[in-house]
Nanobody, 121 residues
Framework: ELVESGGGVVQAGDSLRLSCATS????????MGWFRQAPGKERELVGA????????YYEPTLKGRFFISKDNVNNMVYLQMNNLKPEDTAIYYC????????????????WGQGTQVTVSS
């Protein structure tokens, strides 16, 4: 139901936009988020946006560099990543849930397969 794209290999300081195509019937109802997992580390929440786009949350160290947007008409979710750093290297996952609490707690019902982002120094 969720398919990420846009990952790749970039240099430090570059920007990258990840896309998440969804087949969720009514994306408008869903809270959506992006998670990432770096090698040897636990999966972490990058950020989330609520169902109508009025509220969002970002991992504090990423706020100001990463931005999530949601296109309910075209069933797309995006993660804009700016000024990328080598420590941003990870597999990035799109996720969604009707329940905001479940999403930000890291237990959303819907997951994508992930897309690799590698940032070289």
């Amino acid at each position: 139901e969720l398919v990420e794209s846009g990952g790749g290999v970039v240099q430090a300081g570059d920007s990258l936009r990840l896309s998440c195509a969804t087949s969720i019937y009514t994306l408008l109802d869903y809270n959506m988020g992006w998670f990432r997992q770096a090698p040897g580390k636990e999966r972490e929440l990058v950020g989330a946006i609520d169902w109508n786009g009025h509220n969002d949350y970002y991992e504090p160290t990423l706020k100001g560099r990463f931005f999530i947007s949601k296109d309910n008409v075209n069933n797309m979710v995006y993660l804009q990543m700016n000024n990328l750093k080598p420590e941003d290297t990870a597999i990035y996952y799109c996720a969604g849930d009707l329940n905001w609490g479940r999403l930000v707690a890291g237990w959303p019902e819907n997951w994508g397969q992930g897309t690799q982002v590698t940032v070289s120094s």
